[in-house]
């Protein structure tokens, strides 16, 4: 019988570094296509810039997937001062949702994105509505205390039900596919296609924070609940709504990241580092801010991995050190007139 | 009087263990303008909390159109038509002054203002629709609260201390636009310290003193004297 104790082992962190390790390597090897002719001197300079722009490249995809990662954390923060510690865990169990709506009705991963979506968006609802809605107010401790409970329970209830054996989603050819974007520069369609959401999700989540109603409703909310009231805005309801919004956004991130590589129960909690770390780095509040701190994380750790495989994670730590030691208020804060 | 919109009855509020309302009793006649003044702590304010649903309030101590609504939230209040101006204007400091007034229309009650017509009440934030509403100055921070309440074509506008720190120039062109609410048959509360000028914008007067109705009567018949007694218990 798997215990609460062990599920809430995986916050230890050598067992994270382990387990992400190997995950999260930007998938260089396949993407890089087949290795340009050997030759000399100005060809060799040549190689090497190359593998170096290969590198950030990759970087960059994967920090689109990070983006969304900390796309919802940093949704959820801004309207209703919550922080997720069980955001991780939710993405990973949109990816167990993903796999059993695509074994079901033998879809394609990217197909299920249609089912799996709204399915996350309603359990976000409900949660939002049934649970965290009782814990807010003036103090920041209860809703902190009751989504770490919830991170584990996920973490375990996925382990009952799917056991600790890593499980993958087959996309089919597109995993394979590449193109070629010159000379021993090639890029995978599936990263291309990735990061291409990735941006669609930060721009769309921009265009409905600034352009619709929607978005007026949380904002206003977040600025003065209690006059957002007397608007005759139900709170509750707004809340519930962004939390949805969160998770739409969460089951978008937990189908490409289950694409990409291997996954099982005890992942969540190193997406929800990475997630953090793409907004503070980014800037609180700022939605092309969190893409910019996605793409920094992701080029990090491909440098870092690049220099030296076990460096990968060290390296995106780092990089986050820096920005939180010299930017504190990250990189593109929003400006809070 | 007109047909009674609003009815408070034996209005008793707590903050905590503190009391601050003992058995308050007003009306507000359809389209009516009532002054409620007092002095500081008197409990003008936690009145229009109550009625507006911010505090805690037994069923039927506030009737609005023949319905019970005390203790009802703050949201299901405002759709029923009732809209506060709050004390200190709590505009929304990330929104522009425009996106302002859009949250206050966002009920969609159907009635006679709308933006273009609020800016035209207030030219001076159509001017400035664009700008974060913190952008604004006082005066037309105020203007914004109220132009936000009266998006909800509310049938019932209560104001707290709309004068509270403007200029006397400001207060006058403010309270000038009053009458221009009421032409819609909007009646309006208005909470002032200020009691000259709540007694020129009001047909009928409830001063409070220490959560209790000291005075009530027409403004027109009540004397300087009745006032200043029933305004500092003297």
């Known amino acids: ?123 976000g609802y409900a949660l939002q509505w049934f649970v965290l809605n009782r814990t807010l107010g003036d103090d920041l401790l209860p809703p ?50 990735q990061f291409a959401v990735a941006v669609a999700v930060i721009a769309g989540l921009q265009l409905v924070f600034y352009r619709t109603a929607l978005g007026r409703a949380f904002r206003a909310a977040a600025d003065e609940p ?36 291997n996954f099982d129960p005890s992942q969540g909690p190193a997406r929800l580092i990475f997630g953090f770390e793409a907004v ?20 990090a750790q491909a440098v870092g991995a690049h220099l030296n495989p076990g460096w990968q994670i060290l390296a995106g730590h780092i990089a986050f050190l820096i920005v939180l030691a010299a930017r504190p208020q990250g990189l593109f804060p929003k400006v809070r007139p | 009087m007109p047909e009674v919109l609003l009815a408070v009855r034996d209005l008793v509020a707590f903050y905590g263990d503190f009391q601050a309302l003992f058995g308050v009793s007003i009306e507000v006649g359809r389209g009516e303008a009532v002054a409620v003044i007092g002095a500081n702590g008197a409990g003008k304010s936690t009145l229009l909390k109550s009625i507006a649903g911010l ?39 990330s929104l522009t002054v425009e996106e302002n007034l859009l949250v206050g229309g966002q ?10 017509r609020i800016y035209e009440l207030f030219p001076a934030l159509g001017q400035r629709r664009k700008l974060p509403s913190t952008a604004l100055s006082g005066g037309q921070q105020q203007m914004a609260a109220l132009g936000r309440a009266l998006m909800a074509n509310p049938q019932l506008l209560l104001c707290d201390e709309i004068s509270l720190g403007l200029a006397p120039i400001v207060v006058r062109e403010i309270y000038a636009r009053l009458p221009a609410v009421r032409a819609e048959g909007t009646a309006i509360v208005v909470v002032e310290q200020d009691v ?30 009745a006032i200043a007694a029933a305004y500092f218990g003297v």
């Open chain 2, 107 to 116: 009920l969609g009650r159907p009635g006679a203002w709308n933006l273009r």
């Open chain 1, 144 to 193: 902190l205390l009751v989504t770490f409970g919830l991170s584990v329970i996920i973490q375990n209830g996925l382990l009952t039900l799917f056991t600790a054996d890593s499980v993958k989603l087959q996309a089919g050819p597109i995993e394979v596919a590449t193109i070629r974007l010159a000379e021993g520069l090639y890029v995978g369609v599936l990263p291309l296609v």
């Open chain 2, 196 to 225: 000259v000028q709540a007694l020129a914008a009001a047909q009928h007067v409830y001063c409070l003193q220490e959560g209790r109705v000291a005075l009530s009567g027409a403004a027109k018949d009540l004397t300087r004297e």
């Open chain 1, 1 to 123: 019988m798997r215990s609460v104790v062990e599920g809430a082992r995986s916050w230890e962190f050598c067992n994270l570094r382990k387990t992400i390790g190997n995950i999260d390597a930007p998938s260089t090897a396949q993407a890089r296509g087949p290795p340009p002719p050997l030759s000399w001197g100005r060809k060799y300079a040549s190689k090497r810039l190359m593998e170096w722009i290969n590198v950030i490249l990759q970087g960059v995809l994967v920090g689109g997937l990070y983006a969304m990662f900390a796309a919802g954390l940093s949704l959820i923060f801004g309207v209703m001062r919550l922080v997720n510690i069980a955001h991780g865990d939710l993405i990973v169990l949109a990816a167990y949702v993903a796999l059993v709506v695509a074994q079901t009705l033998g879809i394609g991963p990217l197909t299920a994105l249609i089912i799996v979506v709204p399915v996350m968006a309603a359990i």
């Open chain 1, 226 to 261: 209690a006059m957002a009231q007397l608007m005759g805005l139900d709170n509750r309801h707004v809340f519930a709504l962004a939390m949805a919004l969160s998770l739409a956004v969460v089951a978008i991130a937990g189908v490409f990241l289950a694409v990409r590589a």
């Open chain 2, 55 to 93: 505090l805690h309030a037994r069923s039927d101590a506030i009737v609005f159109a023949g319905e019970p609504i005390g203790g009802m939230p703050a949201f299901a209040v405002a759709a029923r038509g009732i809209a506060l101006v709050p004390e200190g204007r709590g505009l929304f400091p």
């Open chain 1, 280 to 299: 503070i780095i980014g800037g609180l509040g700022s939605l092309w801010g969190t893409l910019a701190g996605g793409l920094i994380l992701g080029v």
